[in-house]
C-alpha cells in the first residue's frame, strides 16, 4: 500500500487466515490492524522512512519488519510458529516497537532490534513448545534500546537459555535463563531495562 498523508485512520479488520495478508505499508496516514481470525504478514520497507504510525491489535502471524523513523503500537500480539525457520518473528530496524501482550510459539528468535530501535514488551508468555537451541536468544539488541517483562511456560521441550543478547560497540552481553528467577519448570524475567532504555 502506498499513498500520500492522510488525517484519517485506515483501518483493516477481520482477514480470514487462509488469506495470508502481506502488507507492504508505505503511506504516510496511521494504519490500524485488528481483530482475529487473522494471519497477517507485514513488511515496511526499510527504504521509505516516513511510513505512518502503525497500530496492531489482536493479530496473529509473523515475519514483521518495522522500520527507521515508525512508530508501532502493538496490543494482544500473537506471534506463533508451527515450525523453526530460523529467522525472527520481528525484526525492528531502527523504530519505535511498543507491545502491551506479546504471546509466542516456537524455538527461533521472537524481536531483533537494529540499529537505533526501541523495543519496550510489557507482559507476555514465551511458549516455545519444542527444544530450544541454547545458541538461540529469545531476544536480540544490536546498537539499540530496550525494556521486557514477560513469563515462559514449556510443558514440552526447553525453557530459553539465553533470554536476551544485547550487542553494543563491540561488546555483546547475554542476560541466560540461570540469571532470572525460575517460574516451575521455566522461568519469568519480571523487568529488563537493555542499554540507554529509561
Same mark, same amino acid.
Given at each position: 500500500? %502506498?499513498?500520500?498523508?492522510?488525517?484519517?485512520? +485506515?483501518?483493516?479488520?477481520?482477514?480470514?487466515?487462509?488469506?495470508?495478508?502481506?502488507?507492504?505499508?508505505?503511506?504516510?496516514?496511521?494504519?490500524? #490492524? %485488528?481483530?482475529?481470525?487473522?494471519?497477517?504478514? #507485514?513488511?515496511?520497507?526499510?527504504?521509505?522512512?516516513?511510513?505512518?504510525?502503525?497500530?496492531?491489535?489482536? &493479530?496473529?502471524?509473523?515475519?514483521?519488519?518495522?522500520?527507521?523513523?515508525?512508530?508501532?503500537?502493538?496490543?494482544?500480539?500473537?506471534?506463533?510458529?508451527?515450525?523453526?525457520?530460523?529467522?525472527?518473528? &520481528?525484526?525492528?530496524?531502527?523504530?519505535?516497537?511498543? &507491545?502491551?501482550?506479546?504471546?509466542?510459539?516456537?524455538?527461533?528468535?521472537?524481536?531483533?532490534?537494529?540499529?537505533?530501535?526501541?523495543?519496550?514488551? +510489557?507482559?507476555?508468555? #514465551?511458549?516455545?513448545?519444542?527444544?530450544?537451541?541454547?545458541?538461540?536468544?529469545?531476544?536480540?539488541?544490536?546498537?539499540?534500546?530496550?525494556?521486557?517483562?514477560?513469563?515462559?511456560?514449556?510443558?514440552?521441550? %526447553?525453557?530459553?537459555?539465553?533470554?536476551?543478547?544485547?550487542?553494543?560497540?563491540?561488546?555483546?552481553?547475554?542476560?541466560?535463563?540461570?540469571? &532470572?528467577?525460575?517460574?516451575?519448570?521455566?522461568?519469568? +524475567?519480571?523487568?529488563?531495562?537493555?542499554?540507554?532504555?529509561?
Amino acid at each position: 500500500m %502506498t499513498g500520500e498523508a492522510d488525517p484519517q485512520l +485506515l483501518t483493516i479488520s477481520r482477514i480470514l487466515e487462509q488469506l495470508r495478508s502481506y502488507f507492504n505499508y508505505n503511506a504516510q496516514r496511521a494504519l490500524f #490492524l %485488528t481483530g482475529e481470525p487473522a494471519h497477517w504478514i #507485514l513488511r515496511t520497507r526499510s527504504a521509505f522512512k516516513g511510513a505512518g504510525p502503525l497500530f496492531v491489535e489482536n &493479530v496473529f502471524g509473523e515475519p514483521y519488519r518495522f522500520s527507521g523513523g515508525q512508530n508501532v503500537y502493538a496490543r494482544q500480539f500473537n506471534l506463533e510458529r508451527k515450525d523453526s525457520v530460523s529467522a525472527p518473528a &520481528v525484526v525492528n530496524d531502527g523504530a519505535k516497537l511498543w &507491545v502491551l501482550g506479546i504471546k509466542t510459539e516456537g524455538s527461533d528468535t521472537i524481536i531483533s532490534s537494529w540499529n537505533g530501535a526501541r523495543t519496550e514488551v +510489557l507482559g507476555g508468555l #514465551l511458549y516455545p513448545a519444542t527444544t530450544v537451541s541454547s545458541t538461540i536468544p529469545a531476544f536480540v539488541d544490536q546498537n539499540s534500546e530496550s525494556s521486557y517483562s514477560y513469563a515462559l511456560s514449556n510443558g514440552v521441550g %526447553t525453557d530459553y537459555q539465553q533470554h536476551v543478547r544485547e550487542a553494543r560497540s563491540g561488546s555483546t552481553k547475554t542476560l541466560t535463563a540461570a540469571s &532470572v528467577p525460575d517460574r516451575g519448570t521455566a522461568s519469568i +524475567l519480571p523487568l529488563y531495562s537493555g542499554h540507554g532504555y529509561p
